[in-house]
């Protein structure tokens, strides 16, 4: 493990889509057990939710920013003004399905996006001092998806290639590209994590597990894309904020770090593990794996992802703290009790059928 280096003074940490889900239980997580003082800085696209960062507003060491990352002006306002020691960029459009009907919002976001960061933060690291340059982090938060689909065997590592399979993916892996230039070409002190499918609390209805346990507690049908015998590496939000924070203040600039949870699971198996919890705790529509029903697969569906976790345990010394079906049955559980969070999404949020590129 890399020794850590002590702050000369309280950093200022520059959270890219920090209302969004992953964004915002970094922002929690930061709030709650560190010192740092948090500048979030979010578009408030439709899959964003400011009531996730409720128990954090009131916080003297945090402050929102309403703005798009694609803007160079609202950029370099937040740089020149609150003058940020950390960047942890994890703004993004990040529906795959959406990226195959739209993808003009994923290349804008994520990849001219990254791009005005970067240059932002350049300027910025340029004009720092010695002792604050030392402090300096930009880290970029990317997916496995940029390397596209496994066979039956075998696990992502960083030195796999780059094969994304949809606009989604592509943008992604462009950004990280980008990052590793400024990195090599200017010098700017970057770290990439690339992190499986993330799950949990105040996640957006969209997305699989939200989108099964709301449909489930309405009756609705849970439409299983293709014959559901997709593999994916499911790890815990909370997981990945902490993992992020060891990345941006103990990574090595330059290196890139996997992060995955050791829980594989087809979709079918995961929306089955759903219904089994829902069957215990909201037994009304009991049994609920009646609703399944499997419907057109997504063009260009990767089959597996999995991801190699080894180098960040290794070398940052940390360690998912959720296995999947404790934390599967946490996360229905707090959907169960928070209806006053989810409801106010789906009035806003039709659950069409997206992606099928027509």
Known sequence: MNPVVQPLFP?????TGGAGFIGSAVVRMLIAQTQVRVVNLDK?????CPRSLDCV?????????EGDIACPD?????FSTLRPDVIMHLAAESHVD????????????NIHGTYTLLEAARRHFESLDEARQEQFMFLHVSTDEIFGSLGSEGRFTEDSPVKPSSPYS?????????????????????VITNCSNNYGPHQFPEKLI??????????????????????????????????LWRAAREGQAGREYLIGGDSERTNLQVVHAICEVLDERFPDRAPHARLIEHVDDRPGHDHRYAIDASRIRRELGW????????????????????????????????????????
Not at 170 to 190: E, I, M, N
Not at 320 to 342: A, E, I, S
Request: with cysteine; glycine share 8%; proline share 8%.
């Open 11 to 15: 950093p200022t940490v520059l959270v």
């Open 44 to 48: 408030l696209t439709y899959a964003a």
């Open 57 to 65: 507003a009131n916080s003297p060491r945090y402050a929102f920013v």
């Open 74 to 78: 609202t950029v370099h306002a937040v």
């Open 98 to 109: 959406r990226s195959i009907d739209g993808p003009g919002d994923f290349v804008t976001t």
């Open 170 to 190: 592509a943008s992604k892996a462009s950004a990280d590209h980008l990052v590793r230039a400024w990195h090599t070409t200017y010098g700017l002190p970057t």
């Open 210 to 243: 939200p989108l099964m346990i709301l449909r489930a507690l309405s009756g609705k049908p849970l439409p299983i894309y293709g014959s559901g015998l997709q593999v994916r590496d499911w790890l815990h939000v909370e997981d990945h904020a902490t993992a």
């Open 319 to 358: 360690q998912p703290m959720h296995d999947f079906k404790t934390g599967l049955t946490q996360t229905v559980q707090w959907y169960l009790d928070n209806p006053g969070w989810w409801q106010p999404l789906q009035e806003r949020y039709e659950c069409q059928r997206l992606g099928l590129g027509k």
